[in-house]
């Protein structure tokens, strides 16, 4: 439309266009600090009249401007990357923490440890070993067999806990899980029906993203982005969601609804309107959270109570041949100092006799004292250094662990800020926005005002030449 009318709605245009800079930037101001949320710029498209009239001639200059776009500042791939990363971190994180918590358990190096009870307890046989005979020493090897029995006891029964409560962390991420996968599936639709009604959906958009992430985070989650711009996220190589439906992640077998374990390996299946699907174990399956919780039920805390085990049986082992070589304070073939379960391992652990006098300390039958059964008791067994190779090995996985999560919080960091940069809210660039569209709303004001005097002389000053 030329003419000054014509110039009155370009005016127009770009009040209202600029209204509309000023509300997205004021919107991105109140949501700076508002967790996934993505700040918005406003994309403006000239407006210009490219129909040709049948028996008429355009000769405008273009006809304003209006809103083309309110565009999410993100990068598709570098959110992809990012929750890739996350996932890793949650993976390493969450597998250190389990296991620096069973280390401090273990308490080695220290006075209290298990480590500390074998010296004392090879000291003691040593102690006896000169004083064969006295009742002081017999009851000191009694009482330091104790002593490290407990121990040992204390650690299994602390790896117990550890698995108990992985097992009920792993009912609650499982819940965690498809809380989150329904919710994106209900997002996936709403995002769908929102923008075919040419509504603006980048709210529902900000809170998908955020519940893409926390699927990458609790099970490593990878999400694609389809051709119509839905979310189709798997897990271990199954379809979690696609669409506007969500799976169902059990646990198939290993762990009960209560958290108890039923004696089966773990496993985890999907379960959708098309079937189930069983997914693998190991590295291609569930990563994230679930995956190291996984791992760490499955094979660390399963090694370190077998390498416990190992060492409460040979512990019981050679003391129990070495109480069997020697003999008694009545002349009396030893009896087995220590009771074991190999059934249940470690924390089945007991000292078998209360009697000092059943201390089978000499070699010697007939109730000959010589002492030299409790030297060679001193150096039974390999159990020391087991248990130091135990505890070595299980520092080692912490170490390590704490190194790969230092690493890749760094990567994550990293990618953070990245994205920081591009989707986040800077209110110093807002305020400029803001600055710069009100300049705009008020040069827009001020050509209304001028076209208004022109059709103001045009209308009420024109040919009044002569009255």
């Given at each position: 439309?030329?003419?000054?009318?014509?110039?009155?709605?370009?005016?127009?245009?770009?009040?209202?266009?600029?209204?509309?800079?000023?509300?997205?930037?004021?919107?991105?101001?109140?949501?700076?600090?508002?967790?996934?949320?993505?700040?918005?710029?406003?994309?403006?498209?000239?407006?210009?009249?490219?129909?040709?009239?049948?028996?008429?001639?355009?000769?405008?200059?273009?006809?304003?401007?209006?809103?083309?776009?309110?565009?999410?500042?993100?990068?598709?791939?570098?959110?992809?990357?990012?929750?890739?990363?996350?996932?890793?971190?949650?993976?390493?994180?969450?597998?250190?923490?389990?296991?620096?918590?069973?280390?401090?358990?273990?308490?080695?190096?220290?006075?209290?440890?298990?480590?500390?009870?074998?010296?004392?307890?090879?000291?003691?046989?040593?102690?006896?070993?000169?004083?064969?005979?006295?009742?002081?020493?017999?009851?000191?090897?009694?009482?330091?067999?104790?002593?490290?029995?407990?121990?040992?006891?204390?650690?299994?029964?602390?790896?117990?806990?550890?698995?108990?409560?992985?097992?009920?962390?792993?009912?609650?991420?499982?819940?965690?899980?498809?809380?989150?996968?329904?919710?994106?599936?209900?997002?996936?639709?709403?995002?769908?029906v929102t923008e075919q009604n040419g509504t603006d959906a980048g709210t529902l958009r900000d809170r998908r993203d955020q519940l893409a992430l926390e699927l990458a985070e609790l099970a490593g989650g990878v999400t694609t982005v389809e051709a119509d711009g839905q979310f189709t996220v798997k897990v271990g190589g199954?379809?979690?969601?696609?669409?506007?439906?969500?799976?169902?992640?059990?646990?198939?077998?290993?762990?009960?609804?209560?958290?108890?374990?039923?004696?089966?390996?773990?496993?985890?299946?999907?379960?959708?309107?098309?079937?189930?699907?069983?997914?693998?174990?190991?590295?291609?399956?569930?990563?994230?959270?679930?995956?190291?919780?996984?791992?760490?039920?499955?094979?660390?805390?399963?090694?370190?109570?077998?390498?416990?085990?190992?060492?409460?049986?040979?512990?019981?082992?050679?003391?129990?041949?070495?109480?069997?070589?020697?003999?008694?304070?009545?002349?009396?073939?030893?009896?087995?100092?220590?009771?074991?379960?190999?059934?249940?391992?470690?924390?089945?652990?007991?000292?078998a006799i209360s009697d000092p006098d059943l201390i089978a300390a000499s070699s010697l039958p007939g109730g000959a004292l010589d002492g030299g059964n409790a030297d060679l008791a001193s150096r039974a067994g390999n159990y020391p250094d087991g248990y130091q190779r135990l505890v070595n090995g299980l520092g080692t996985?912490?170490?390590?662990?704490?190194?790969?999560?230092?690493?890749?919080?760094?990567?994550?960091?990293?990618?953070?800020?990245?994205?920081?940069?591009?989707?986040?809210?800077?209110?110093?660039?807002?305020?400029?926005?803001?600055?710069?569209?009100?300049?705009?709303?008020?040069?827009?004001?001020?050509?209304?005002?001028?076209?208004?005097?022109?059709?103001?002389?045009?209308?009420?000053?024109?040919?009044?030449?002569?009255?």
């Amino acid at each position: 439309m030329a003419g000054s009318f014509g110039s009155i709605s370009t005016a127009l245009s770009a009040l209202r266009y600029n209204q509309v800079a000023l509300d997205v930037a004021g919107n991105n101001i109140a949501n700076a600090t508002t967790d996934g949320y993505v700040r918005r710029r406003v994309v403006g498209a000239s407006v210009s009249s490219a129909q040709p009239a049948m028996w008429s001639r355009y000769d405008g200059h273009g006809e304003g401007v209006t809103v083309g776009e309110v565009r999410r500042m993100t990068d598709p791939l570098l959110d992809a990357r990012v929750r890739r990363e996350h996932g890793l971190l949650s993976y390493l994180s969450t597998s250190r923490t389990i296991l620096a918590r069973v280390e401090e358990g273990v308490g080695e190096p220290g006075p209290n440890g298990v480590h500390a009870a074998m010296l004392d307890f090879r000291n003691v046989w040593q102690d006896l070993s000169l004083d064969p005979g006295g009742l002081a020493a017999r009851q000191q090897v009694i009482g330091s067999a104790e002593t490290l029995a407990q121990a040992l006891r204390t650690q299994a029964g602390n790896v117990a806990r550890e698995e108990a409560d992985q097992r009920a962390n792993t009912v609650n991420l499982v819940s965690e899980i498809n809380s989150a996968a329904k919710g994106l599936a209900a997002l996936n639709h709403d995002i769908l029906v929102t923008e075919q009604n040419g509504t603006d959906a980048g709210t529902l958009r900000d809170r998908r993203d955020q519940l893409a992430l926390e699927l990458a985070e609790l099970a490593g989650g990878v999400t694609t982005v389809e051709a119509d711009g839905q979310f189709t996220v798997k897990v271990g190589g199954a379809t979690l969601v696609q669409g506007r439906e969500a799976g169902t992640l059990v646990i198939a077998s290993g762990i009960t609804a209560s958290g108890d374990a039923d004696g089966a390996p773990i496993a985890y299946r999907i379960d959708d309107s098309s079937g189930s699907t069983v997914l693998p174990a190991g590295a291609s399956g569930p990563g994230g959270e679930l995956g190291a919780v996984t791992e760490v039920l499955t094979t660390h805390l399963p090694t370190y109570r077998a390498g416990l085990d190992a060492v409460a049986a040979d512990l019981a082992t050679a003391l129990n041949a070495q109480q069997a070589a020697g003999y008694d304070a009545s002349g009396v073939a030893g009896t087995p100092l220590f009771s074991y379960d190999p059934l249940v391992g470690a924390a089945s652990l007991q000292v078998a006799i209360s009697d000092p006098d059943l201390i089978a300390a000499s070699s010697l039958p007939g109730g000959a004292l010589d002492g030299g059964n409790a030297d060679l008791a001193s150096r039974a067994g390999n159990y020391p250094d087991g248990y130091q190779r135990l505890v070595n090995g299980l520092g080692t996985q912490v170490s390590s662990l704490e190194q790969r999560s230092a690493n890749q919080a760094s990567l994550a960091g990293s990618l953070d800020d990245a994205r920081e940069q591009l989707a986040g809210v800077s209110l110093d660039e807002e305020t400029v926005n803001m600055v710069a569209a009100q300049r705009a709303y008020e040069a827009a004001a001020r050509l209304l005002t001028t076209l208004d005097g022109v059709l103001d002389t045009l209308i009420n000053r024109t040919g009044l030449v002569g009255r």
